[in-house]
């Protein structure tokens, strides 16, 4: 346990070096040099070639990136070439945001998926079973390009429920109208989440009520509620939590979308500005910032293993 | 070992849009008799699409680019250019939705036969060889893995002038690690089969091995995620387009037309309602039709 968890770890240490890499090489490369941008278009080449030098980009890609890494270790991601803001505090700035919208959007996949994936699995095939996969498979087809501007016509537009746009932070607005705000664009990410969630732990269920300790609860006189809260569902929140990995993915992709489309102040907004303007410090420091998060996250849901199912412990997970 | 036993491994993170495959586990009963009538419209579906993305400039739809009447006219029968109305700046919405099928489908197909190709060429590698071609293999996949697909794509935005090409280029790189671990699980999983070790016994190389052993059984399951990952990539598509960032106007796109279309909801919802329900049919049958494709597979492979 002891030796696969640390090399478990060295290898999630190696994957983050080849994404900082990869993302600072990949993006010095960007036409429109930071220099270029800093400047203005009527830069003369002496003006870029001393600013280049000032910012230490006439340097290798190497030592750039060795440099780039000392400073991201110290929590130092650099400076935007556009606002001159601290990419560091832009990016602290917007976690609150974003990390709403995931557990937001998670949760609401949760609290719609386990119920039905329970009424699905005491009947399976039954035809309260045919039509809740039916609209399990479609919310799985609704992107959330698709769900956002849906969603605001349904509720914002048609019955002013609630915001077309916009956020409203809990210290200023309260949690009330903060929920408010944030409960349309954590539906848009959570729809696909359900149908994913609920194909899973169906499976999962139907094939645990048949194991044999099932049939034993049963034997026992226990009711069949208590078997499979207690007996079926336990066992299958393992894998719940493997998909949780998965689709974390999904929703910070998803919260790229939704930001932008509701105007919300979190981190996907901010790849997307400092994309579409050019701040490669700001876009850089965000795009790596996520990607290790997510490392981090895969390789502790990876080690949860261990702690939820004791027969994960002893045998080798090749 | 029967791959079955694998399906858990198989189950691979597609983090652009549609796919966690959930184990097939041969215990739980599909639900055949909805599935029958969902498939068989999902493939009319696909057909009609196909079609009309193959042939659009053929259809008496007009051009996509060149205005037909005043802007955002509701939809009205009578002519079929005019069927789903006008958008902003007037130009027939069948006719773009038909061009932007034309995109999504080039793009969804070529970057994931390109994707499937690549990785489960470098997926059988690795999982043949084993050892250090394995570890690299497997480290560089874990590599892409760690972006969450949309951020991948936006990052490479920033450097490739967005093109179809480079394009087709970003979905392509997105799919590849997908590919990689649903092969390399798969060959594993065969390469530990007594024919396999017959055939080795009997003097043959890894080239046969791979070709004539491995690759017969490894392709079809593999082939079956493709409508999967297809539909992944015509939503991270619409995604890119969504954002701006996908093929620049005045090519239309699904994904553009949602776009241009939000701000004018309230008082036009067609103009986003129309596209987002093609992207959504479109999705869906590909979903079905891997779900289809899946469990039929699953079935003969009992035996």
Known sequence: MLRSSSSRVARSLLVILIVTFAVTAMLSLAPGSVAGVILGENATPDQVAALN????LDQPILVQYWNWMLNALQGDLGNSAITGQSVTAAIIERIPVTLELAILAVSIALMIAIPLAIISATRPGSRTDRVINAFSSMFLSIPAFVAGPVLIYLFAVQFNLFPVNGWSRIEEDGLLLNLRSAFLPALAIALPEVASFHRLLRTDLITTLREDYIAAARAKGMTGSFVLLRHAFRPSSFSLVTLFGINLGRAIGGAVIVESLFSLPGLGQLVVTSISARDITMATGVVVFTAVVYVVINMLIDFSYGFLDPRVRKGSTS | MTVTAHASDMAEPLSGGTGLAPSNDPLVPASQKTRSVMVYLSFVWLGLVLFSALFASLLPVGSYEVPIGRPRQMPQLG?????????????????????????????????????????????????????KIDAVITVVTDALLAFPALILLLALSSILTPSLQTLMIGLTLIVVPTFVRLSRATTIAWNSREFIRAARNMGAGNTRIISRELLPNVLPPIATYLPIVIAALIVAEGSLSFLGLGIPPPTPSWGGMIASGKDVIANYPALVFIPAGVIFLTVFSLNQAGDFLRVRLDRTMQD
Do not use: C, H, N, P
């Not at chain 2, 995109?103 to 050892?131: E, K």
């Open chain 1, 53 to 56: 030098e000032k910012l230490g």
């Open chain 2, 79 to 131: 002519s079929l250019e005019m069927l789903l109305g006008t958008d902003q700046l007037g130009r027939s919405v069948l006719a773009r939705v038909i061009y932007g099928a034309r995109v999504s489908l080039l793009v969804g197909t070529v970057s994931g036969i390109a994707g499937f190709v690549i990785g489960t060429t470098f997926g059988m590698i690795g999982g043949y060889f084993g050892r």
